[in-house]
Structure formats: structure tokens, C-alpha cells
């Protein structure tokens, strides 16, 4: 029984203990008395946990209810300023709407005047932004957006000084765009630096400093990177050191559009750039014309020579062996006792032996005319390639990127022709003199055995 007891009240201990939640303590009950004494004081400890708790929500409550009396307070207060705000709004846009009508009632002609106004105000604008005359007389155009936004305006009028001033700038635009002055202002070089110089504004078309010719870009005077021509660099010192008359300078005719074809001049290639572009192929191409060339010079200069001593040998009467003909005479000369078909093979046998030295680089000039335009090809389907290969891995975004890989691959076409044509025409030249002495030396031979085919 006793042991069944202590079962029990070790159970309702346990239970609780579970039940209220209050850690057991690491210290273990030595007897009944002292766990019972344990289990009391766990239950007066969860009964002051208990009040505590229910006191914290009862202030809760009562603030939650202040607090929502409050909220209930201050919606009513805000519907009832909503609604005085509505009103208000509701009487304010009657009037808005009044003095609108009333506006426009008074503003009469004059809005369709202000309508015109904001169209030149904004083509003004747009010029004055873009053009040289700026240079000489920066911000001109700033007093334009508050004059456009005041023509917008309904709550603002602009001021005749304001409209006198559109008038004045736009007609000033006019006549600067027909003059040639002189001013001081900033030009910045391609280095960066900036200097002080005296700039020549011809009209609104070109701007010169020192010789050089300059662009404005936002506002600012740049020296041009790459220059024209000397011809028109000396136009242009010779302008900015004139004092009157007239005075030869090119100007660039899209200035007030931009100036987009000096642009574009400067900016193309020269023919040594071109040059550069073709590569290794070009540069081949190059040294075989090169070679062409020589070899073309040094063979018609020989030619010229032996053909002079030809003629002078076909006026002489004694053979002499500095030129081909002498030779082949000379040969005559020393058979003269042989029947005609000996001589005719000993004849046709020196001709033979002068024909190489006459004939010499024939051949090979002839090549490198045949070999010039292909090579100048391969050079194209290289650089073809190596463009698509761009392409393939940068995209075809850029029209004028993929037009300059193009233009740089067909250099080398133009390479192979331009070796091309003159080596044809020098071929050509050099035969024609070949063919000349070696047709002297086959007639005065046919002209010796027809004589000793007579003698016999």
C-alpha cells in the first residue's frame, strides 16, 4: 500500500510539474514530505504567475480600448476636414476654370501670337546650339527656355524686352552668318591644353586659329585633330593675317549643319593609310611591283641601247660585234664559201644565241602580271575573313565598323591591279623592242642568203 501511495504522489508531482510549465529543479526529493513541499511551492509560484499575467492583459485591454476610441476619434475628425477639403476643392475648380475662360477671353489674338513666338523660340533655339556664330557670343540662347516656358505658362506673361531680345537674337544670327571677324576665345589643342588664341570666324561656316581649322562641340572651340591639305592650311594663315580685301580660303559649305563633310574628308584615309591596310599581302604586293618596275626600267633601257646599235649597225658596211646584228653578220662574214643551207643553219643558230639576252625578264614580267591579281585576291579573302570573325563575335551593330573591315580587305584587290595594269603595259613596251631587233636579225639574215643564194 505504502509503495502505491508514493507511486501516486510521484505521478501528481510529475503531472504537475508538466502541467504549469515550472522547471524541476536539478536537485532530486530525498522523501514524500520534501517533494510534497516541492509540489507546493510550484503551484503558489504558477498562482503569482497566473495574477501577474492576468493583470498585464487587463492593462492591455484598457489601452487597446483608449487607443481604438482614439482612432475612432480621429476618423471622424479627418472625414470631416475630407470633407470641407472636397467642398473647398469643388469651389476652387469653379474658379480655376472661370479665370481659364477668362484668360482666354482676354488673351484674344495674342495666343495664337504667343503660339508663333514659342515655334521661332524653339527653332532659335535649336540653331543657336549648333551654331559657329555661338562661339563668338556664348549663351545667347539661355534667356529662350524661360521665355518658352512663360508663352506656356497660364499664370505668366512674357515681357516685351524679352520678345524684342527673340527678335534681336534672330536677326543677328542672320547677319553674323555673312561675316568674317576676328575674337579672342579658348581653343583647346588635341593635347588638352587650353589657349588664348585669335580665332577667325568665317560667317557661320568655318572657324581658323593660327593656320588651323577648328570645330565648336558643345560650346567649346576644339582644334581639329587631323587637318586639311597644306593648301588650305596656307589659305587659312594667309586669311587670319589680311586686313581687307579678298583673300582664297576653303571653307567647309555644311558648317551650319554640322560641318559634317570636312568631317568626313579629314577623316578619310590617306593613300599611305590605305596602304598600311592591306598587311603583309600588300606589302608583298608592293615589292613584286616594285620589282616589276625595275626589272620593266632596266630591260627597256637595254633594249633602247641595243636597238640604237642596230640601227647604227644596219648604216654601217663592217660588222661590228658590240651589238646583236654585228654578230650575226660577223657570223656571215666568216662562212661567206658555204652553200646556202649551211649558212642558213649557221645563221639561224646565231639568232638563237641572241635571242636569249634579247628576251630576258619577258617571262617574268609576264608572271608577276598573271600573279599580282591573284594575290591581290587572296589578300581580300583573308581580310573577308577576319571581318565575318569580327562580326561573329562583336555583332553587326556598327555598319560603318564592318564597312571599314570591307573597305580595308579590298585594298589588296586593288594592290594586285594597280601592279597589275603597269606591268602589262611594261611587258608590252619591253616585247615590242624585243620583237623589233630579233625581226631585224631574222630579215638581214633571210636578206644574206637570199644574196649568196643569187651568187650561186
Same mark, same amino acid.
Given at each position: 500500500?505504502?509503495?502505491?501511495?508514493?507511486?501516486?504522489?510521484?505521478?501528481?508531482?510529475?503531472?504537475?510539474? @508538466?502541467?504549469?510549465?515550472? !522547471?524541476?529543479?536539478?536537485e532530486k526529493a530525498q522523501s514524500l514530505d520534501q517533494l510534497l513541499k516541492m509540489v507546493q511551492q510550484s503551484k503558489i509560484a504558477e498562482s503569482a504567475e497566473h495574477r501577474k499575467r492576468e493583470a498585464e492583459f487587463l492593462r492591455q485591454k484598457s489601452e487597446q480600448a483608449s487607443l481604438l476610441k482614439q482612432a475612432?476619434?480621429?476618423?471622424?475628425?479627418?472625414?470631416?476636414?475630407?470633407?470641407?477639403?472636397?467642398?473647398?476643392?469643388?469651389?476652387?475648380?469653379?474658379?480655376?476654370?472661370?479665370?481659364?475662360?477668362?484668360?482666354?477671353?482676354? @488673351?484674344?489674338?495674342?495666343?495664337? /501670337?504667343?503660339? $508663333?513666338?514659342?515655334?521661332?523660340?524653339?527653332?532659335?533655339?535649336?540653331?543657336? #546650339?549648333?551654331?559657329?556664330?555661338?562661339?563668338?557670343? &556664348?549663351?545667347?540662347?539661355?534667356?529662350?527656355?524661360?521665355?518658352?516656358?512663360?508663352?506656356?505658362?497660364?499664370?505668366?506673361?512674357?515681357?516685351?524686352?524679352?520678345?524684342?531680345?527673340?527678335?534681336?537674337?534672330?536677326?543677328?544670327?542672320?547677319?553674323?552668318?555673312?561675316?568674317?571677324?576676328?575674337?579672342?576665345?579658348?581653343?583647346?589643342?588635341?593635347?588638352?591644353?587650353?589657349?588664348?588664341?585669335?580665332?577667325?570666324?568665317?560667317?557661320?561656316?568655318?572657324?581658323?586659329?593660327?593656320?588651323?581649322?577648328?570645330?565648336?562641340?558643345?560650346?567649346?572651340?576644339?582644334?581639329?585633330?587631323?587637318? &586639311?591639305?597644306?593648301?588650305?592650311?596656307?589659305?587659312?594663315?594667309?586669311?587670319?593675317?589680311?586686313?581687307?580685301?579678298?583673300?582664297?580660303?576653303?571653307?567647309?559649305?555644311?558648317?551650319? !549643319?554640322?560641318?559634317?563633310?570636312?568631317?568626313?574628308l579629314i577623316n578619310s584615309p590617306s593613300i599611305v593609310e590605305r596602304w598600311h591596310q592591306g598587311g603583309i599581302v600588300g606589302y608583298i604586293i608592293s615589292a613584286v611591283g616594285l620589282f616589276a618596275m625595275l626589272l620593266g626600267a632596266w630591260r627597256f633601257v637595254v633594249l633602247m641601247g641595243m636597238s640604237s646599235k642596230?640601227?647604227?649597225? /644596219?648604216?654601217?658596211?663592217?660588222?661590228?660585234?658590240?651589238?646583236?646584228?654585228?654578230?650575226?653578220?660577223?657570223?656571215?662574214?666568216?662562212?661567206?664559201?658555204?652553200?646556202?643551207?649551211?649558212?642558213?643553219?649557221? /645563221?639561224?643558230?646565231?639568232?638563237?644565241?641572241?635571242?636569249?639576252? %634579247?628576251?630576258? #625578264?619577258?617571262?617574268?614580267?609576264?608572271?608577276?602580271?598573271?600573279?599580282?591579281? @591573284?594575290?591581290?585576291?587572296?589578300?581580300?579573302?583573308? #581580310?573577308?575573313?577576319?571581318?565575318?570573325?569580327? %562580326?561573329?563575335?562583336?555583332?553587326?551593330?556598327?555598319?560603318?565598323?564592318?564597312?571599314?573591315?570591307?573597305?580595308?580587305?579590298?585594298?589588296?584587290?586593288?594592290? #594586285?591591279?594597280?601592279?597589275?595594269?603597269?606591268?602589262?603595259?611594261? $611587258?608590252?613596251?619591253?616585247?615590242?623592242?624585243?620583237?623589233?631587233?630579233?625581226?631585224?636579225?631574222?630579215?638581214?639574215?633571210?636578206? %644574206?642568203?637570199?644574196?649568196?643564194?643569187?651568187?650561186k
Amino acid at each position: 500500500m505504502k509503495m502505491t501511495f508514493a507511486k501516486r504522489c510521484l505521478a501528481v508531482a510529475a503531472a504537475a510539474m @508538466l502541467t504549469s510549465g515550472v !522547471a524541476v529543479a536539478e536537485e532530486k526529493a530525498q522523501s514524500l514530505d520534501q517533494l510534497l513541499k516541492m509540489v507546493q511551492q510550484s503551484k503558489i509560484a504558477e498562482s503569482a504567475e497566473h495574477r501577474k499575467r492576468e493583470a498585464e492583459f487587463l492593462r492591455q485591454k484598457s489601452e487597446q480600448a483608449s487607443l481604438l476610441k482614439q482612432a475612432e476619434n480621429t476618423k471622424a475628425s479627418e472625414e470631416k476636414r475630407s470633407a470641407t477639403l472636397e467642398k473647398k476643392y469643388e469651389e476652387q475648380d469653379l474658379q480655376v476654370s472661370a479665370k481659364r475662360a477668362q484668360l482666354q477671353e482676354r @488673351l484674344g489674338s495674342l495666343k495664337e /501670337l504667343f503660339g $508663333h513666338l514659342t515655334s521661332t523660340a524653339g527653332d532659335l533655339r535649336s540653331s543657336l #546650339g549648333t551654331s559657329i556664330v555661338s562661339a563668338q557670343y &556664348p549663351g545667347r540662347a539661355d534667356f529662350l527656355d524661360g521665355l518658352i516656358d512663360k508663352m506656356n505658362s497660364n499664370t505668366q506673361l512674357p515681357t516685351i524686352e524679352e520678345i524684342e531680345q527673340l527678335w534681336f537674337e534672330t536677326q543677328r544670327e542672320t547677319v553674323e552668318g555673312g561675316r568674317v571677324v576676328k575674337f579672342n576665345g579658348a581653343v583647346i589643342k588635341p593635347n588638352g591644353d587650353r589657349e588664348d588664341r585669335e580665332v577667325v570666324r568665317v560667317g557661320n561656316f568655318q572657324l581658323l586659329s593660327d593656320g588651323k581649322y577648328l570645330e565648336l562641340r558643345e560650346g567649346r572651340m576644339l582644334e581639329l585633330t587631323r587637318q &586639311p591639305p597644306a593648301t588650305a592650311l596656307g589659305q587659312a594663315n594667309s586669311l587670319q593675317n589680311a586686313t581687307d580685301g579678298f583673300t582664297r580660303v576653303a571653307i567647309d559649305p555644311t558648317g551650319p !549643319a554640322g560641318g559634317t563633310f570636312l568631317s568626313a574628308l579629314i577623316n578619310s584615309p590617306s593613300i599611305v593609310e590605305r596602304w598600311h591596310q592591306g598587311g603583309i599581302v600588300g606589302y608583298i604586293i608592293s615589292a613584286v611591283g616594285l620589282f616589276a618596275m625595275l626589272l620593266g626600267a632596266w630591260r627597256f633601257v637595254v633594249l633602247m641601247g641595243m636597238s640604237s646599235k642596230v640601227t647604227s649597225q /644596219l648604216k654601217s658596211e663592217s660588222a661590228n660585234t658590240n651589238n646583236p646584228l654585228g654578230r650575226v653578220l660577223k657570223v656571215a662574214e666568216e662562212n661567206k664559201g658555204l652553200d646556202g643551207e649551211s649558212l642558213e643553219l649557221k /645563221l639561224e643558230e646565231a639568232v638563237l644565241k641572241e635571242r636569249p639576252a %634579247i628576251e630576258s #625578264g619577258l617571262t617574268l614580267l609576264k608572271i608577276i602580271s598573271m600573279i599580282a591579281p @591573284l594575290l591581290g585576291l587572296l589578300g581580300t579573302v583573308t #581580310g573577308m575573313i577576319i571581318t565575318f570573325q569580327a %562580326i561573329t563575335i562583336f555583332g553587326a551593330g556598327d555598319p560603318k565598323a564592318m564597312a571599314g573591315g570591307i573597305s580595308s580587305a579590298l585594298v589588296t584587290t586593288v594592290l #594586285g591591279l594597280v601592279v597589275a595594269i603597269p606591268t602589262v603595259l611594261v $611587258h608590252t613596251l619591253v616585247n615590242g623592242r624585243a620583237k623589233r631587233v630579233l625581226q631585224i636579225l631574222e630579215e638581214q639574215s633571210a636578206g %644574206i642568203i637570199a644574196e649568196n643564194a643569187e651568187r650561186k
